[in-house]
């Protein structure tokens, strides 16, 4: 079955620390990739997506993934975190043209200021 | 602009009671519903979703139906919780030609 891995359950850094969450995915066709997050007592929304093209991605906030199709990974990146960037993050992917959301299972980021 | 609306916040209910929970979309026509469950450690688990009006997919079965008597309209229901339904229910919608989903803000069930 397909299945979205996140490697870090919880990342604790100070500010100004670099970033980088790790996703993995584990099916083999055409998908869309995902990264939310939910900041504390805030919706879920969405920080970026890969649907193709540039596989480089910028999102709001700083922040940026990279989808390398050979290693199946969409990892977050943030050069420089705050301690406005505390919140869960989720990778998620759909398969082609499904709309189905499978998500990894979330990293607590916990910034100190 | 669209807006995900869900109800109620918060609820807190005996084991063996009924439950429904209430999403409805504005701003926007025929998008596709879905619910999932957010529990502590295990990311977000897609429940149902249905791409219009009395059509529902269920992804995991479990205590739960849901329902869609109307187009923007998605409900998720029980005849009888059990305690392991305890979570955090979302709502989410996405057009018909794109695969970005949009949340609503949840709601949060304790079984007691």
């Known amino acids: 079955a397909q299945s979205v891995s996140q490697h870090n359950h919880h990342v604790i850094l100070s500010e100004a620390a670099s970033l980088e969450l790790g996703c993995n995915y584990s099916y083999g066709g055409t998908v869309n990739l995902f990264w939310y997050v939910q900041y504390p007592g805030q919706h879920l929304q969405l920080l970026l997506k890969?649907?193709?093209?540039?596989?480089l991605v910028k999102g709001i906030k700083g922040f940026e993934a990279e989808f390398i199709k050979s290693k199946f990974s969409f990892n977050l990146r943030k050069p420089s975190v705050q301690w406005s960037d505390t919140a869960e993050y989720f990778c998620a992917v759909t398969r082609g043209s499904q709309g189905n959301l499978i998500f990894g299972k979330g990293t607590k980021l916990s910034v100190k200021p | 602009s669209q807006t995900i609306h869900q109800w109620p916040a918060t609820l807190v209910q005996p084991v063996g009671s009924p439950l429904s929970l209430e999403c409805t979309v504005e701003g926007t026509s025929n998008p596709n519903l879905y619910w999932y469950r957010q529990a502590a450690g295990r990311g977000l688990q897609l429940l149902f979703y249905s791409v219009g009006i009395g059509q529902i997919s269920s992804e995991v079965p479990q205590n739960l139906s849901a329902s869609r008597p109307q187009d923007r309209q998605f409900i998720l229901s029980s005849k009888k919780l059990l305690l392991s339904d305890s979570g955090f229910y979302l709502c989410a919608w996405t057009g018909s030609n794109t695969d970005t989903q949009y949340f609503g803000p949840g709601t949060r069930l304790t079984v007691l």
């Open positions: 890969y649907f193709s093209g540039d596989p």
